[in-house]
């Protein structure tokens, strides 16, 4: 089953904070309002006297507050504003560009513009410090194979053979694509094999943020959504179980019904560890859930 763990993005920088000068080093941050809240800190330490008014100052704005509200969630950054506040941040080059890639990816609306800004921020950001994005993460749940493969290593007839694979795949794909997205599962550490050669799956994933985490989450089930499509039509009907139910409810009673959905979800794992354990006719099986309420209540 897939997991997650989120940290506080400020928090992976602790360690591997580096500052030049009046600049602090922005790569790997994957919140402009963590950024700009530790950019405050890192100046008020080092600076007497420095405070809300001094960096308004030294970007341009009559507001004297104006980086309190940002970092504080009360105000957004227009172009223009970012462009004020890279002056103030001391920022240039590649870091000035990473920066403005943060604060885009922050504010998109649209999953597929998000994912365009984090990528150049990947493009931008230093060899070196790549890991902090965990990139891996996102990888993980943007396609179908990897958390499919990562269950069916544990296969009490699982063979490491790209073809043997293949054949047991629903869903289609190639020996190399299977291939390389062993060869991804392995190095990133998602699935690890043990001295007797047989693979296990490793509880690893931690995503540095709530963002990057809701991005990622929501390309798993666009992809889950898109093989349930497919499988309507290429699976039998004794093969699979498709079910839709539309029904009134009071809307106060939404998040009970959202509880009872994440119960049962819970309950259904649990079942499935157990008669799994010592059968040796295993499959790898998914299941999705969705709830959404078809209309909403207008003033009139």
Same mark, same amino acid.
């Given at each position: 089953?897939?997991?997650?763990?989120?940290?506080?993005?400020?928090?992976? *920088?602790?360690? %591997?904070?580096?500052?030049?000068?009046?600049?602090?080093?922005?790569?790997?941050?994957?919140?402009?309002?963590?950024?700009?809240?530790? @950019?405050? &800190?890192?100046?008020?330490?080092?600076?007497?006297?420095?405070?809300?008014?001094? @960096?308004?100052?030294?970007? &341009?704005f009559?507001?004297?507050?104006?980086?309190?509200?940002?970092?504080?969630?009360?105000?957004?950054?227009?172009?223009?504003?970012? *462009?004020?506040?890279?002056?103030?941040?001391?920022? %240039?080059?590649?870091?000035?560009?990473?920066?403005?890639?943060?604060?885009?990816?922050?504010?998109?609306?649209?999953?597929?513009?998000k994912?365009?800004?984090?990528?150049?921020? +990947?493009?931008?950001?230093?060899?070196?410090?790549?890991?902090?994005?965990?990139?891996?993460?996102?990888?993980?749940?943007?396609h179908?194979?990897?958390?499919?493969?990562?269950?069916?290593?544990?296969?009490?007839? $699982?063979?490491?053979?790209?073809?043997?694979?293949?054949?047991?795949?629903?869903g289609?794909?190639?020996?190399?694509?299977?291939?390389?997205?062993?060869?991804?599962?392995?190095?990133?550490? @998602?699935?690890?094999?043990k001295?007797?050669?047989?693979?296990?799956?490793?509880d *690893? +994933?931690?995503?540095? %943020?709530?963002?990057?985490?809701?991005?990622?989450?929501?390309?798993? *089930?666009?992809?889950?959504?898109?093989?349930?499509?497919? @499988?309507?039509?290429?699976?039998?009907?004794?093969?699979?179980? $498709? &079910?839709?139910?539309?029904?009134?409810?009071?809307?106060?009673?939404?998040?009970?019904l959202? $509880?009872?959905?994440?119960? $049962?979800?819970?309950?259904?794992?649990?079942?499935?560890?157990?008669?799994?354990?010592? %059968?040796?006719?295993?499959?790898?099986?998914?299941?999705?859930?969705?709830?959404?309420?078809?209309?909403?209540?207008?003033?009139?």
């Open positions: 089953m897939t997991s997650s763990k989120t940290q506080k993005p400020e928090e992976n *920088h602790k360690e %591997s904070q580096k500052t030049t000068g009046r600049r602090l080093n922005v790569y790997g941050y994957v919140d402009y309002r963590a950024y700009l809240k530790d @950019f405050y &800190g890192f100046r008020k330490g080092s600076e007497r006297g420095y405070s809300y008014r001094t @960096f308004s100052k030294a970007a &341009g009559t507001s004297p507050n104006i980086l309190k509200l940002v970092v504080d969630g009360e105000r957004n950054l227009g172009q223009e504003a970012i *462009h004020k506040f890279l002056k103030a941040l001391n920022l %240039s080059g590649p870091m000035a560009d990473y920066f403005v890639a943060l604060v885009n990816m922050n504010q998109s609306k649209s999953d597929e513009e994912e365009k800004w984090f990528q150049e921020m +990947m493009r931008l950001t230093p060899y070196a410090k790549r890991r902090e994005l965990n990139p891996e993460a996102l990888k993980y749940l943007s179908w194979i990897y958390p499919v493969l990562r269950e069916m290593v544990t296969l009490q007839d $699982f063979r490491d053979d790209p073809y043997w694979i293949a054949r047991r795949l629903n289609k794909a190639t020996p190399g694509e299977i291939t390389s997205a062993l060869q991804f599962l392995l190095e990133e550490g @998602f699935i690890a094999k001295d007797d050669g047989k693979y296990e799956a490793t *690893h +994933m931690v995503i540095s %943020s709530d963002e990057l985490k809701s991005l990622a989450i929501r390309n798993y *089930h666009r992809q889950m959504l898109e093989q349930a499509k497919e @499988f309507l039509e290429a699976l039998p009907l004794e093969k699979r179980e $498709f &079910g839709a139910l539309t029904f009134l409810l009071p809307e106060s009673a939404l998040e009970e959202k $509880f009872k959905i994440k119960t $049962f979800r819970s309950d259904l794992h649990t079942w499935a560890i157990q008669v799994a354990q010592d %059968s040796t006719d295993q499959v790898v099986v998914q299941t999705n859930f969705q709830m959404y309420p078809h209309t909403k209540r207008v003033n009139s």
